[in-house]
């Protein structure tokens, strides 16, 4: 059993965490699902700027046709879509995005943030090689 796996049987909490490792995306992707947990891939390695990122969110997260990419789009949009079952969502890229578009990152990490807080459904994984250094606005987030 991996440590993600062992995680998620023990009923890993809401929130958004710090999760260094450099397993596969499609091992994660594999645990996650086995667990029966829902899947999010959110990857911005490709994306510069707050368009980009609601662009991959609407994407990402199979947002209506109406999704008004806006934050507060976003974040109503997540509310919405709430099951009530357990989710990870992985982002990975996230060091890309942060060099482009720092205030993207911040925003996005705050609705985040309040999304776990209210559905109790998001646990959002930063995935970061195990080596990396940790920017500042990230260094207050809990580490898996």
Excluded at 67 to 96: K, M
Excluded at 128 to 141: G, V, Y
Aim: aromatic letters at 8%.
């Amino acid at each position: 059993m991996s440590s993600l796996r062992a995680l998620l049987s023990a009923g890993l909490r809401p929130g958004v965490y710090r999760w260094p490792s450099d397993a596969p995306v499609a091992d994660v992707r594999q645990d996650v699902e086995a667990a029966g947990w829902g899947f999010v891939l959110l990857d911005t390695s490709e994306v510069h700027d707050k368009t980009g990122f609601l662009d991959l969110c609407a994407t990402a997260f199979d947002l209506p046709r109406w999704f008004g990419r806006n934050w507060d789009a976003l974040a109503d949009s997540l509310s919405d879509r709430s099951t009530g079952e357990p989710e990870i969502v992985l982002w990975t890229g996230l060091q890309h995005l942060l060099e482009h578009d720092h205030d993207t990152v911040d925003v996005a990490l705050q609705i985040f943030t309040e999304d776990t807080t209210n559905s109790g459904q998001l646990r959002v994984l930063l995935y970061e090689p195990p080596d990396a250094d940790t920017p500042d606005l990230l260094s207050s987030l809990p580490v898996l």
